[in-house]
C-alpha cells in the first residue's frame, strides 16, 4: 500500500469508504452520505488509486471488501467517530436550530407508548430533528449500537448491558383484554376463567419464544407457572410477533390477550374492549432507554435522553444522563 500523507487525503474518501463497509452497495452507501451513485462510485476510484487496492469486490451477495478494506475499517471509523464527537462538542446542541437524524430501537409496543408524545414534543422544541425506528431482532441490538446505526432504546431489553449505560424511566404492570361482549367473561375474571380461554400471546422477533412454536417452549414461564400450580394450563391458540394486531383480533374472536397496562391506556384501539386485573401474581416491569458509551458525552444524544427522560420518567428512581 503506497505511503499516504494525511495532508494529501481528502476526508471525505473515508466517510465514503466508511459508508460502504456498513452498506456493501455503491447505491445504498451514497444515500446515506448524501451522494448520487455515480458521486459515490467516483469518490471510490479515487481511494483505489491512492491505496492501489480494489478495496471492493463485487460477488453475488453484493461488494465484498478486501483483506486491505478489512484491515483498514475499524480505523477509519474509530477516527470518523472522534471526530464527529469532537466537532459536536464544539458548540453546544441547539434543538431549535439543529438538524439531525436519531435512531431508535423500539417495539410496535414502544411505538404506540413512546412514539406519539415523542414527535409531538419535537414538533415544539425541536422541529428539524428527525427520528427512524429500529427493530433489529434482540440479537441484533448490540451490533446496531456498536455500528452507529442507532442511538437509544426505549423498552425492557437485558441485552444490553455490557459497554452500554441505562435509566429507568417507569414500571408498569400487565392487564387482560377481552372483548366487550365476551360471552363468558364479565367485570370479574377468576384464575380458573382465565386458563379456560383461548390466549394470544405475543413473540417478539428475535425472542426466546420465536425458536420453537411447541407448548413447550412457554412452560417455564411464569404465567405456566402460576397456572400450573393451580392445577390448570392454558392454550395458547394463536402467536403473533407484534402487538398492534392483537386489539383488532380480540375485538371479532373470544380469545384473551395479557398485556402491559401502559399500552392499553394510550391506545386509540380500546374501544367495545374491557381490560380486567390479571389473576394472576405477575411482578411489574420496569422501562428504561438504553445507549452505548460511544454516545454517552456526545452533547446531542445527551439532550434526546433528557427530553425522554423528561416526557416518560416517573423521577422515582432515575440516573444521570
Not at 414502544?110 to 440479537?139: F, H, S, W
Amino acid at each position: 500500500m503506497p505511503v499516504l500523507n494525511i495532508h494529501e487525503l481528502d476526508l471525505n474518501l473515508l466517510v465514503a469508504f466508511d459508508a460502504m463497509m456498513r452498506e456493501r452497495n455503491v447505491t445504498r452507501a451514497g444515500e446515506r452520505v448524501g451522494l448520487s451513485q455515480p458521486a459515490m462510485s467516483h469518490a471510490l476510484i479515487r481511494l483505489r488509486k491512492l491505496l492501489g487496492d480494489s478495496l471492493f469486490v463485487r460477488t453475488r451477495s453484493g461488494m465484498e471488501p478486501t483483506p486491505l478494506a478489512l484491515e483498514l475499517a475499524e480505523s477509519v471509523r474509530e477516527g470518523l467517530e472522534v471526530l464527529q464527537q469532537g466537532l459536536h462538542g464544539a458548540k453546544p446542541f441547539d434543538p431549535l436550530v439543529a438538524k439531525r437524524a436519531f435512531q431508535i430501537v423500539m417495539s410496535d409496543m414502544g411505538i404506540v407508548v413512546y412514539l406519539p408524545t415523542i414527535m409531538v414534543a419535537l414538533k415544539e422544541c425541536a422541529p428539524n430533528i428527525d427520528i427512524r425506528v429500529l427493530q433489529p431482532g434482540r440479537d441484533q441490538h448490540q451490533e446496531a449500537f456498536e455500528s452507529g446505526d442507532a442511538d437509544l432504546a426505549i423498552g425492557v431489553l437485558p441485552v444490553l448491558r455490557t459497554g452500554f449505560y441505562q435509566q429507568r424511566l417507569f414500571s408498569d404492570s400487565y392487564i387482560c383484554i377481552v372483548r366487550g361482549d365476551h360471552p363468558r367473561i364479565g367485570t370479574t375474571l377468576t384464575v380458573e376463567q382465565y386458563a379456560a380461554e383461548s390466549h394470544i400471546m405475543i413473540e417478539p422477533v428475535g425472542s426466546r419464544y420465536s425458536e420453537s412454536l411447541s407448548p413447550a417452549a412457554t412452560a417455564l414461564t411464569l404465567i405456566e407457572r402460576q397456572l400450573a400450580e393451580h392445577g390448570l394450563q392454558r392454550r395458547i391458540a394463536l402467536r403473533v410477533p407484534h402487538f398492534t394486531v392483537v386489539p383488532a383480533i380480540v375485538r371479532q374472536t373470544d380469545f384473551i390477550a395479557t398485556v402491559p397496562r401502559q399500552v392499553m391506556q394510550t391506545a386509540e384501539s380500546v374501544r367495545n374492549l374491557k381490560m380486567l386485573p390479571v389473576p394472576l401474581e405477575l411482578p411489574n416491569f420496569t422501562v428504561r432507554q438504553f445507549w452505548h458509551q460511544r454516545n454517552h458525552r456526545d452533547s446531542a444524544s445527551r439532550w434526546l435522553r433528557g427530553l425522554v427522560s423528561e416526557l416518560f420518567s416517573d423521577k422515582s428512581d432515575s440516573n444521570g444522563q
